[in-house]
T-cell receptor, first 113, second 113 residues
């Protein structure tokens, strides 16, 4: 069965510093991987997704993620964060050919001035 | 924004009463999901639907039932609400399995007293 582990529940960082949010998944078949962002009191919106092909995926707002099959990881990165990036970030996995979309527990990113 | 409407947006109910949450979509998407969001747990899948009258259980389905009599509506029912079901509930829709993103509603905040 598929599962997702987000390794950090909270990540504090100063403005303009780089950040990495870590995500590992478990699956026995091919997967599709997603990162979503949730701003306070809102629903979730897609940041980026990995389907196939290049392992480096670029998304909105300057975020990117790298798929590493051997380490079953899909870490999210941004080279320079802004105050407005303060939000909760969710990694999600969907197994090829299956209906379920499973989420991790989330990482709360707090950007400080 | 994807056409997803959740109702009600907020509800307070008493333990032991039945509660129904509604998710309505205007996108004609085949797949619909109900999640609950709790601190430290991220989003957990309750039930999902892959077509009219076709539903299946998710990770945390005990105490919940669903129905989908029309493509556009997916109802979540708590037969007898308990305090442990106090949560924020999100509906999501998806056009196809696997490689497409899920679009989320704004959420319903349910409090069981």
């Amino acid at each position: 069965a598929q599962s997702v582990t987000q390794l950090d529940s909270q990540v504090p960082v100063f403005e303009e510093a780089p950040v990495e949010l870590r995500c590992n998944y478990s699956s026995s078949v091919s997967v599709y991987l997603f990162w979503y962002v949730q701003y306070p009191n809102q629903g979730l919106q897609l940041l980026l997704k990995y389907l196939s092909g290049s392992t480096l995926v670029k998304g909105i707002n300057g975020f990117e993620a790298e798929f590493n099959k051997s380490q079953t990881s899909f870490h999210l990165r941004k080279p320079s964060v802004h105050i407005s990036d303060t939000a909760e970030y969710f990694c999600a996995v969907s197994e090829s050919g299956y209906n379920k979309l499973i989420f991790g527990a989330g990482t709360r990113l707090a950007v400080h001035p | 924004d994807a056409g997803i409407t959740q109702s009600p947006r907020h509800k307070v109910t008493e333990t032991g009463t039945p509660v129904t949450l509604r998710c309505h979509q205007t996108e004609n998407h085949r797949y619909m999901y109900w999640y609950r969001q709790d601190p430290g747990h991220g989003l957990r899948l309750i039930h999902y639907s892959y077509g009219v009258k076709d539903t299946d259980k998710g990770e945390v389905s005990d105490g919940y039932s669903v129905s989908r009599s029309k493509t556009e509506d997916f109802l979540l029912t708590l037969e007898s609400a308990t305090s442990s079901q106090t949560s924020v509930y999100f509906c999501a829709i998806r056009g196809s399995i696997g490689d497409t993103e899920a679009f989320f509603g704004q959420g319903t905040r349910l409090t069981v007293v």
